[in-house]
């Protein structure tokens, strides 16, 4: 068994974005009288950023476990999905510069009644990835293409087949077994 | 996708106030201000000038203070509703501006509408019927759309709905109707006379959309994946909706955010030619004489309007396409 932490540097970046943007926002609402609607607006980004420095604490506070039965966050709201249930998964990539250069991914799974969401930022995430990737391939399950491109891209094309494909596309597997 | 979010509104924010920084300094930039060119102007008329006079209204609007003190007056002001003083209409730039800047946005709203409504069907067409008489034939009328001045558009267009339609000359609503408050029949006529600027603001656009949009949809279809779902047998419609023109969405997507600034200064011209009062003819004479929080607020409203719109689009495109691209990496 494996256990992975979100890396100490990124959450703190993620603490003094959240804090910084929770500063920014509250900031005039509480201190400059503005117009009605422009402070409801300030209101609910300063609420965004209050929920992203809790999801920041509770990621910070959670522990990622894998092994060969299945992937478990331990810590505040933790939930467990073993490789077997697993339905879907969903690989993302974001970035936020035009050249869509130093971005972040995220990936989804979901199954057993339980959804879990990862970031790149975890320490050891592209073999966190490639295990998901097995159990996807092992249970068939059908990939989006933009999920495909983002394994491709991991170098972790797994054998689950495309939406629509066949069983067949297995044998499209790269080295993951 | 919370994350995004977080992150592009952390951009966001300081462009906003880099943004308005420039802006103030760009309305200050020419030498002098509103009062000067006043002063100018009367003494060539050969007007006596009140010293104290002049001095007492600088004084009043804040202009003998610090550059940074006015910008801190001004920015604060804004996020108050506040939006200054307009020194040639002599009254507040939110009472000046009125209905101007809501009959702007539904101009603008209405083109950009009818953009998406005309370029997505005829683009789709022109690409799955390629080389054929209706894509040449709507081709040769997108070249004609992207070669014709608007102005000159516009002067056709109004000689038309008038010798056919009736419609009065100029104006977004008849004349009756001006500075009268809202009624139904005011918004009939709105409507009755919004129609030619929006085809004259996007029929250029509208060209060059179906331009992209056929390109990009040409490329999706000629696809591995594409000639495979049809090897398949999927549906033709489906085997076109499912993937290819969901990927060719994204310059039209992208475009968003450079379409609503770009629609709202490209109007400023016809606006002119078709007498509509909007913001466009009113910015420029602001620009003329440096009524600088009119001309300031406009400069920032078009601002807003870029950040928000690229805020926009990139939330899209990021829902819609997160994937890697080839030679970009992670960074954490």
């Known amino acids: ?177 | 996708m919370l994350d995004y979010l977080v992150r592009r509104l952390l951009v966001m924010i300081p462009t906003l106030i880099a943004v308005s920084v420039i802006t103030f300094i760009i309305i200050q930039l020419p030498p002098g201000d509103y009062l000067s060119t006043l002063i100018a102007e009367m003494e060539s008329q050969g007007e006596n000038v009140d010293v104290a006079k002049i001095a007492a209204l600088r004084e009043q609007y804040g202009l003998d203070r610090p550059l940074w003190q006015q910008y801190l007056v001004w920015a604060v002001g804004m996020l108050r509703g506040d939006f200054g003083y307009s020194f040639q209409y002599q009254l507040p730039v939110a009472d000046v501006v009125g209905d101007r800047l809501m009959l702007t946005i539904v101009l603008n709203f209405g083109t950009i509408l009818f953009i998406y409504l005309v370029s997505f069907p005829i683009a789709i067409y022109s690409a799955t019927h390629q080389y054929s008489w209706g894509d040449y034939g709507l081709t040769l009328i997108g070249f004609i759309g992207l070669a014709t001045p608007n102005f000159l558009l516009a002067l056709i267009l109004l000689y038309f709905t008038n010798l056919w339609f009736g419609t009065s000359i100029g104006g977004l609503m008849d004349p009756s109707y001006i500075d009268q408050p809202w009624t139904w029949g005011k918004i009939l006529s709105v409507l009755e006379h919004l129609w030619v600027p929006v085809v004259v603001i996007g029929t250029s656009g509208t060209a060059a959309m179906i331009r992209r949009l056929r390109a990009n949809l040409l490329d999706e279809l000629q696809k591995q994946y594409v000639v495979t779902a049809r090897a398949k047998g999927l549906p033709p419609m489906r085997a076109l909706l499912k993937y290819p023109l969901r990927m060719s969405l994204n310059p039209f997507i992208a475009d968003i955010g450079n379409m609503l600034p770009q629609v709202v200064s490209g109007s400023a011209v016809v606006a002119m030619v078709l007498s509509l009062p909007t913001t466009g003819p009113m910015l420029i004479t602001a620009l003329q004489s440096q009524d600088m929080y009119l001309a300031g607020s406009f400069l920032m409203f078009l601002a807003v309007l870029t950040v928000f719109g690229m805020l926009l689009s990139d939330l899209a495109l990021a829902w819609l396409d997160p994937r890697i691209r080839l030679g970009a990496g992670t960074g954490r």
Do not use: C
Not at chain 1, 23 to 34: C, E, K, N, Q, R
Not at chain 1, 72 to 99: H, M
């Open chain 1, 1 to 177: 068994m494996t256990t992975h932490r979100y890396e100490r540097g990124a959450i703190v970046g993620d603490y003094a974005r959240g804090g910084l943007g929770f500063v920014i926002t509250a900031g005039p609402v509480l201190f400059v009288p503005m117009v009605s609607w422009l402070t409801v607006m300030f209101a609910g980004f300063a609420l965004l950023f209050g929920v992203y420095v809790v999801r920041t604490w509770m990621r910070a506070a959670t522990e990622i476990e894998v092994d060969e039965a299945g992937i478990a966050a331990r810590g505040p709201l933790g939930k467990a999905i073993p490789w077997n249930d697993l339905e879907a998964i969903e690989l993302r990539y974001f970035a936020t510069r035009r050249d869509k250069e130093g971005g972040w991914m995220q990936m989804r799974l979901r199954g057993g009644g339980a959804a879990l969401a990862i970031e790149s930022s975890l320490d050891g995430f592209e073999a966190v990835a490639e295990r998901a990737a097995a159990a996807a391939a092992r249970n068939q399950l059908a990939l989006s293409q933009v999920t495909q491109e983002n394994l491709k891209a991991l170098g972790l094309l797994g054998g689950a087949r495309a939406s629509g494909g066949t069983a067949s596309a297995r044998d499209d597997r790269l080295g993951l077994e």
